[in-house]
């Protein structure tokens, strides 16, 4: 589309009263500028996917539950605004922290690491988490979680992560506090991108070495998210970030399309929410796709 031309919307001034709803906010952002006219316009975007009866896909990247925002994520699960994700593992671990009630604290950057160290902090960028108290106390539930449980046959992740929701929801002190519970109570799918690279796959060693195996069948996993864009009757996705997560999402119009040759041209939307530079191939704002994509 060509955007010379001086043909925009006109800029309102923008006041804000008591009376205002958030239809009113989000037309305001998107009537605006910068990010936040980008932000306008995700927020319609993704109403208009709800509105459509689009099957939704939630893809979290790196760690967002250290600075709680597992909360959101199930509040999105629990409206009924998402109906598959695919995640990190480092998000599901650090998850179990507030269902398990393990110390987790508001700290700082600009911090000397080595004397958090000494003093057994783990430090996220600002957020604080004793490495004693909380990622041991973890690693043993994780442990206890996973000692006579998926050794039989290969599993996918999602069947990982719903064991883990079961188990906290029966033991854990606060399972309210958790996305994970929620995904397994609405029987939302949480795939987990890449189980090997978070603690949840390092907390399975000590039991390998027990000789107690473990079989991830990725390949019934990509073929159960393929299923999953090809029975919609309109599919999206919302990205928090990019990475890993998002891929895994976005393959599966390639998998149709391009691997089985079923002519399924991929998504119908995607919004993502990226810090990522367009220097180094990312993309700036957030942004959305209106049409099919099988973007890999």
């Known amino acids: 589309m060509d955007y010379h031309h001086f043909h925009g919307k006109n800029i309102p001034h ?70 598959w994700i695919i995640s990190t593992g480092s998000n599901l671990y650090h998850e179990d922290h507030f269902a398990w009630n393990l110390p ?37 539930i994780i442990h206890k979680m996973f000692e006579k449980n998926l050794i039989e046959k290969p599993f996918t992740t999602a069947e990982f992560a719903n064991w883990m929701g079961k188990y906290s929801k029966e033991y854990s002190k606060k399972p309210e506090k958790s996305f994970v519970v929620s995904a397994y109570d609405y ?43 090809y029975n919609s009757k309109k599919a999206g996705i919302v990205e928090i970030g990019g990475g890993v997560p998002k891929n895994t999402a976005q393959q599966t119009g390639p998998l149709l399309d391009q691997i089985l040759g079923l002519g399924h041209g991929g998504q119908n939307y995607i919004i993502q929410i990226t810090d990522a530079r367009p220097d180094t191939g990312g993309c700036l704002e957030l942004h959305y796709r209106k049409e099919k994509a099988g973007v890999r």
Request: proline share 3%; glycine share 6%.
């Open 14 to 83: 923008i006041e804000v009263n008591p009376d205002m709803k958030i239809d009113d906010l989000v037309e305001i952002y998107a009537n605006s500028g910068y990010n936040a006219r980008q932000l306008g316009e995700a927020a319609k975007l993704f109403r208009k996917m709800i509105e459509d009866d689009a099957t939704i896909c939630l893809t979290i990247a790196g760690a967002m539950t250290p600075v709680g925002f597992g909360g959101l994520f199930k509040s999105l699960i629990e409206k009924g605004f998402v109906d």
């Open 104 to 140: 987790v604290k508001q700290g700082h950057f600009e911090v000397d690491d080595m004397i958090l160290y000494q003093k057994d902090i783990v430090r996220i960028r600002d957020v604080y988490i004793k490495g004693e108290e909380t990622l041991k106390e973890q690693d043993k």
């Open 187 to 229: 029987d939302v799918p949480l795939y987990i991108s890449t189980l090997k690279d978070s603690s949840l796959a390092l907390d399975l060693a000590p039991l390998r070495l027990a000789n107690k195996p473990f079989s991830l069948d990725f390949v019934r996993e990509i073929i159960e998210q393929a299923a999953i864009l």
